[in-house]
């Protein structure tokens, strides 16, 4: 093919490797002892998952698995197919295992298996079970989360991961040394640090940035690569973050977790990675409630209040201020004092409900607001509790059966350390 021509196809596409000798990455997979190596050299492919982001090869994988096991190869998009696209490819897929030329069971592979609604998937299930085809799924979700339980039983889940530094540099020189494109031109690669940040571990998005630097280079120049020119270039976000992805739930939850394990710098961190790529200040400001009840609770009750304030600010002052107000509400709640027992309690107090069902309320501490009531002893014994020394009465609260059941125990902490005090002086120190 004509320099020329190939110049309408992606720098992506022209470089698909279609041997596992070329395919780089995931070595956890194709390396020497990797699964899907072991697959291919033993001839018999089962139905699989790729799980992994944007550009790390899954739709390659797929491809020269089927290549190495002379395999027919049908492809859907979940994007574009429905239920009959799918039946059709069965039926086409069954003729082919039937067919006395075939060599091999059919691969089906689903690019964006995650948009398959449950009846889509359950229209792939009689297939699978039947070995009429071997399903090879690709998905940027968590399988977990978007693939029915069945199909999943039925299929191995394999993570792909971002391709690391020495993958991308291995990427760039094979593109410089085999494209006929940039071969034919004078590429002078000076700096590589934006070239790969920008990239973030995607094949695809680093042939793609090449791509278009060599093309908005005119002819006659030579095609010098620097981190301002493709800063300059490309003038995006570098940060990868799908707000509906599961980044998304991967960053809130480092998040969490460092504040939780009471490191304010880890916290600001990923408060500045949610930030910078666009997440809702609201929802991270309601987890920041959530935390400050669940994880500070009694240790520091003023920590539910500024988590609180710092939902009610954002509203008033919105962004970017918000961002500042944030900042200052998760470094306060990782430096806090931390306890989960009221956490703890109502679960505990839950569990106890569950199992007990629903027992009556004592007559004492039930409304009388009739006379009927009061005949029944409604009402009658109730000790008002400002009655007595120090606010307090003995008297029974909890359902026969569980008086003196311990559902809160204070943490280690001085907050409820005093609490426990006071408590255990007026449980056991005052009189009626």
């Not at 082919?96 to 889509?120: C, G, M, W, Y």
């Not at 339980?149 to 020189?173: C, F, G, H, N």
């Not at 940060?239 to 304010?264: C, Q, T, V, W």
């Not at 430096?335 to 569990?351: E, F, Q, R, W």
Request: glycine share 6%.
């Amino acid at each position: 093919m004509a320099v020329t021509e190939m110049s309408n196809i992606p720098l992506a596409e022209r470089l698909r490797p279609t041997t596992l000798e070329d395919y780089i990455g995931q070595r956890h997979l194709v390396g020497e002892d990797g699964v899907v190596r072991k697959m291919i050299e033993s001839g018999r492919v089962n139905s699989f998952i790729l799980w992994g982001p944007p550009g790390v090869g899954k739709t390659t994988l797929a491809r020269i698995i089927a290549n190495a096991a002379e395999a027919s190869f049908f492809t859907l998009s979940a994007v574009t197919s429905g239920v009959k696209d799918v039946r059709e490819i069965l039926d086409r897929c069954e003729q082919e295992s039937r067919s006395v030329f075939s060599t091999a069971r059919p691969i089906l592979f689903i690019d964006e298996i995650h948009r398959f609604n449950k009846s889509q998937q359950d229209s792939l299930l009689g297939a699978v079970e039947k070995g009429t085809v071997t399903l090879i799924g690709a998905t940027t979700e968590n399988p977990s989360f978007e693939v029915i339980r069945p199909l999943l039983s039925r299929a191995q889940v394999y993570t792909l991961k971002p391709l690391e530094k020495e993958d991308m540099e291995i990427l760039l020189a094979r593109a410089l040394s085999t494209d006929e494109i940039l071969r034919s031109r004078d590429v002078d690669v000076r700096e590589t640090s934006a070239l790969f940040r920008y990239a973030g571990g995607d094949a695809r998005k680093l042939l793609n940035i090449l791509d278009l630097i060599e093309q908005a280079t005119p002819r006659e120049k030579p095609v010098v690569i620097t981190d301002s020119l493709v800063a300059q270039s490309l003038q995006e976000n570098p940060l990868a973050y799908d707000r509906n992805g599961e980044m998304h739930y991967d960053i809130i939850s480092a998040f969490i977790k460092s504040i939780r394990g009471s490191d304010p710098d880890a916290a600001v961190y990923w408060l500045a990675r949610m930030v910078a790529g666009g997440e809702d200040p609201k929802f991270i400001a309601r987890r920041l409630v959530i935390l400050a009840a669940e994880d500070i609770g009694l240790a520091n009750p003023n920590a539910l209040l500024l988590a609180n304030a710092t939902f009610d600010a954002l509203g008033k002052i919105g962004w970017p201020e918000g961002r500042i107000i944030l900042s200052e509400c998760a470094i306060y709640l990782a430096t806090s004092p931390k306890s989960n027992s009221s956490y703890i309690a109502i679960d505990a107090a839950l569990g106890e409900v569950g199992q007990s069902g629903n027992l009556p309320v004592p007559l004492h501490l039930r409304n009388a607001p009739t006379k009927l009531m009061k005949d029944l002893g409604y009402h009658d014994g109730y000790e008002y509790a400002h009655d007595y020394a120090n606010h307090f009465s003995s008297q029974r609260y909890l359902p026969d059966g569980l008086n003196g059941k311990n559902f809160w125990k204070a943490g280690d902490n001085p907050a409820e350390s005093q609490m426990q005090q006071r408590m255990d002086f007026l449980r056991n120190g005052v009189k009626k």
